[in-house]
């Protein structure tokens, strides 16, 4: 029995309305393939929502709570989706993360997969139930929902598609494929036909929110390919997998949710003190890049979404140091062997002054 696994991002989601399409493009797949399984995430904006609400109530919320909150946005979205497919005829069941035998290990807010028990999902699909998962979450040793950070459904999907063998991988959202550069923001950005897994997460961790770079990972380790596509067209779509790659630009990313964070000390920092504060940082789920150290001073950087996080934290701990923070704006060019071949060199330099005087004018 052939199987496929279909994510569909919020975006695909965000009313009944887009409801109906995913239903309609899920039962006209269901015609290829005996067994479907669907990931789907938050409907809109609702995480997001649910971040704000929980900020109004706390700064700084706890994150084993926030975790029991986020999840339920996912949540909403596979109960709509399987009512309405039950509804037009379709036998359809949702499943929560942990009811699909997704379980984590016990960092909250960006948890990881450590195994998937498959046994309720399989049984389900012998029934020929379509099942809708809830993206995002699972759950850990101590029976806590964890979530695995935004974007996380792209991974839950992908590991799916490990944990069940399944034929195929797509990714569906409101963009047909992936593309150049941002192309709500670069009308001249081109969509790729293929991209390499390598590449792909260069793209990912560059800041682009096109897939969950852990979802990549996945991906590459246990070689199975990922299909992004647009929800609401048949045209397009780009193939993330493991080709052979070739020397030529394949996207510029803007990534402006960055900050830079700066301690600085009258005397001198010693290295046990820089090792005691890059520790702390990594303990309490802080994502650090490009950690230096100089005499008196330490900078790294860090996602804006952890900066009152870190402020915190660095306040509560290390009160000697004075605490500057600094906004960054980071620009990528991604593609594999671009450094060694001069052509590449010279077209990503026109690209990035396109780029540039593009991003001026918003």
């Known amino acids: 029995m052939n199987t496929i696994i279909l994510k569909f991002g919020g975006t695909s989601v965000a009313d009944n ?7 309609k493009k899920i039962i006209d797949l269901k015609k290829e393939a005996n067994n479907i399984v669907v990931v789907v995430s938050a409907q809109g904006k609702r995480t997001n929502q ?10 700084i919320p706890q994150e084993r709570e926030m975790d029991m909150l986020l999840a339920t946005g996912e949540q909403v979205t596979a109960a709509k989706l399987s009512i309405l497919l039950n509804r037009k005829g379709h036998q ?5 993360g ?20 498959t046994k309720r999902i399989e049984e389900e699909l012998k029934k020929e139930k379509i099942v809708v998962v809830a993206g995002f979450q699972g759950v850990n040793e101590n029976a806590d929902i964890t979530t695995l950070g935004r974007g996380g459904s792209d991974t839950t999907a992908v590991a799916l598609q490990v944990a069940l063998k399944a034929d195929k991988c797509y990714i569906f959202s409101d963009v047909d494929g992936i593309y150049s550069a941002d192309p709500n923001m670069i009308t001249v950005a081109k969509r790729l036909d293929e991209i390499s897994f390598n590449e792909m997460q260069e793209v990912a961790d560059a800041g682009a929110k096109v897939l969950h770079n852990r979802c990549i990972q996945i991906g590459k380790k246990f070689n199975c390919d990922i299909i992004a596509k647009s929800t609401f067209s048949e045209e397009g779509g780009t193939k993330i997998c493991q080709q052979i790659e ?16 700066q301690m600085e000390k009258k005397e001198n920092i010693q290295e046990t003190q820089t090792y005691d504060i890059y520790q702390n940082l990594l303990q309490n789920n802080i994502i650090v890049e490009t950690f230096q150290k100089e005499e008196k001073q330490i900078q790294f950087r860090i996602k804006k ?3 009152n996080k870190v402020q915190e934290l660095l306040e509560s701990k290390y009160p000697d140091y004075e605490i500057k923070q600094k906004e960054l704006v980071k620009l990528s060019i991604v593609g594999y062997g671009i450094i060694q071949d001069a052509r590449c060199i010279k077209s990503s330099s026109r690209n990035t002054k396109k780029t540039q005087n593009r991003n001026n004018r918003y």
């Open 17 to 23: 309305i887009k409801l109906n399409v995913v239903a």
């Open 50 to 59: 649910l971040i704000k609400e929980a900020q109004e109530l706390s700064a």
């Open 92 to 96: 359809a069941i949702a499943l929560t």
């Open 98 to 117: 942990w009811q699909a035998g997704i379980v984590t290990n016990t960092i909250h807010t960006s948890a990881k997969i450590e195994k998937i028990n």
């Open 246 to 261: 070739t020397a030529e630009v394949k996207s510029i990313v803007k990534n402006e949710k960055l900050e830079v964070i």
């Open 305 to 307: 979404e952890q900066q």
